[in-house]
Structures are given as C-alpha cells and as structure tokens.
C-alpha cells in the first residue's frame, strides 16, 4: 500500500508544469458570457472599481492577453494598457501550433525603425528606407506545450535573417504598451546587422 501511494506521488511530481497549465503567455482570447446589448469593459487598474478606459463588444475575438494578474488580464487599447476580467475571456487553443506562427504575428523595433511581418511563405522586412523579402521561411519552436517561443528563418537576396522569439516583458519605448514576446533579430550579408524588438499577435483592443 505505502509503494502505491508513493509511485503516485513520484507520478504527480514527475509531471511537467505544462501538463496542467491551460496556456502560456501572449495569447488570444475570445469574449464570451457578456451579453448582446452590452460590452466588457477595459479598466485602468485590475479592480472592478478602478476607471473604465475602454470596452470590448460581446462577439470580440482575437484579444491578445499579456498577463494576468488574479483573475484580470492585461491588454494593449489606445495606445495604452488596460485590464479586463478574465471571467468574460474563452482562451483560444488554436492560437500556437507546431512549428508555425500566428497568423496576426508581427515584430518591429526602434532606433532605427522595423519591422517584419510573415507574407507569403516568407518574412517581409521594412525600414522607412524600404523593403525586403526574405522567402522560404522555417519556424522552430520549443516543443513545449503551447509555448511561443519561436525561431524564423528565411532567405533573401543580401543573405539570411533569423529572428529569435522570446515570450518576456517587452516595451518599445515610444508608448505606454506593453507586450509579451522580445525579438532580437539578425541579418546576414556583406555587413550583418543586429536589432531588437518587441513581437504581437493581435492589434491593440478596442475601437
């Protein structure tokens, strides 16, 4: 009897801390439970009594949730942060799949400006300077559960870029957002270039 009890033991503890965590964070939510006729209110702290700075309508979708704090989530709206109860969010599992990247997946930075976005089976690059495609994109990940931790790589005509994705504290330093995925990313060619960012998978709640 005590050698079952403690295989049990041995079992539970030996279980990796993905096996029971529904997400990891960014990802997207859904609203759900909020009635048609009203919305669900985003709040400039996480306390029911805290200001009202913006609102989600009832059939919402594709909300980006950075981090949670109790049973509020944090969200980029107007430029911003702000806080939404959980309670009304339905968490998306569609959202990091194996060795592929959300469809809303962008990474930009600054000093200098940029950005890349995936387009075509490829990354798109863009400085105010201009543009350019780099194609045969590849995405790695982890291999762990539901993590967004990614690598991109891909080709293009000065040689090879690949970006590193990181689910941590980000900030651009241009706005009061916050995100939840820094890049560093790394360009070959005749004078290779490194630049650091911040990464999203939705645009900012809200109107």
């Given at each position: ?35 048609a006729d009203d919305v669900l209110n985003i709040r400039e702290r996480p ?76 990354l798109m690059w863009w400085t105010p300077e201009g543009e350019m495609f ?48 820094d890049a560093i990313v790394v360009r070959d060619g005749e004078t290779p ?15």
């Open positions: 009897m005590l050698k079952a009890v403690l295989l049990c033991l041995l079992t539970a503890v030996a279980l990796p801390a993905w096996a029971t965590q529904e997400y990891i964070l960014p990802t997207l939510f859904d609203v759900h439970g909020v009635a306390d029911a009594g805290s200001p009202i700075i913006g609102s989600l309508a009832p059939d919402a979708t594709g909300i980006e949730i950075i981090e949670t704090e109790g049973n509020w989530g944090l969200l980029n709206t107007n430029e911003r942060t702000g806080w939404v109860s959980m309670r009304y969010l339905r968490y998306r599992t569609d959202v990091w799949q194996d060795d592929a990247v959300p469809a809303g997946l962008r990474c930009g930075g600054n000093e200098p400006f940029w950005m890349i976005e995936p387009r075509d089976g490829g780099y194609d045969d994109l590849t995405v790695l990940d982890t291999g762990v559960f539901r993590s967004p931790r990614r690598a991109l790589l891909a080709s293009g005509p000065e040689g090879r870029l690949t970006a590193s994705i990181t689910n941590a504290a980000c900030n651009d330093g241009m706005s009061d957002m916050r995100y939840g995925l270039r490194l630049s650091t960012g911040c990464c999203w998978i939705a645009r900012p709640a809200g109107p």
